[in-house]
């Protein structure tokens, strides 16, 4: 099963602001609202960010927010800071083939 | 409060069997779904499946079933994550995660990972 699409890497400036991007279909990210992000650190374990396309959990600072368009789904980082440099995930519910989940291939935030 | 609790790390062999764990405190067990997240060294998150414990109803991803299977005792609320026979390529960082939603996702709370070494 393909998972879906996110650029291999990003960066960009503390104070800066970027975008990831995330291409499904309307079997997943275009047919429901159910896209959530993960921030992943080195060696720890995936944390959940964003939910339901633009929810924050408690906790989560506002400089994250999600939006989507048509099939594609975005993650953005607003006033970057040297922390926020990780890998970042989306996943959406799919119901093609199996009723199930499916996550991005995972984008590299490098902070310069 | 909330945690989901891992079992540590195994190494084992191809061929041998192995059963890993996940045990939730802090919530009701058995009003979430618990899912399995395989990661393999440098590379992405893969869904493998999802179980709801207070039915065990469990739903498998296309490349995982037959492969592995989930399972769960509420009674202990434990999930359980088990492969018949071992290969190589099994050889990956596993964690679990539960979520709310009948569709699965998001996943709001992970476990710490088991990472299992599968080597002759």
């Known amino acids: 099963q393909s998972a879906l699409t996110q650029s291999a890497s990003v960066s960009g400036s503390p104070g800066q602001s970027i975008t990831i991007s995330c291409t499904g279909a309307s079997s997943d990210v275009g047919g429901y609202q159910y896209v959530s992000w993960y921030q992943q650190h080195p060696g720890k374990a995936p944390k959940l960010i964003i939910f339901?396309?633009?929810s924050r959990p408690s906790g989560v600072p506002d400089r994250f927010s999600g939006s989507i368009y048509g099939n594609t789904a975005s993650l953005t980082i607003s006033g970057l800071q040297a922390e926020d440099e990780a890998d970042y995930y989306c996943s959406s519910y799919r119901t093609i083939s199996t009723l199930g989940v499916v996550f991005g291939g995972g984008t590299k935030l490098t902070v310069l | 409060e909330l945690q989901l609790v891992q079992s540590g790390v195994e190494v084992k062999k191809p061929g041998e069997s192995l059963k890993i764990s996940c045990k939730g405190s802090?919530?009701?067990?058995?009003?979430?779904?618990i899912g399995w997240v395989r990661q393999m060294p440098g590379k992405g998150l893969e869904w493998m499946g999802t179980i709801y414990p207070g039915d065990s109803d469990t739903r498998y991803s296309a490349s995982f079933e037959g492969q592995v299977t989930i399972s769960a005792d509420k009674s202990i609320s434990t999930a359980y994550l088990h492969w018949s026979s071992l290969k190589a390529s099994d050889s990956a960082m596993y964690y679990c995660?539960?979520?709310?939603?009948?569709?699965?996702?998001?996943?709001?709370?992970w476990g710490q990972g088991t990472l299992v070494t599968v080597s002759s």
């Open positions: 802090g919530f009701s067990f058995t009003t979430y779904w």
């Open positions: 339901d396309v633009n």
């Open positions: 995660a539960r979520s709310l939603a009948a569709a699965m996702v998001p996943f709001d709370s």
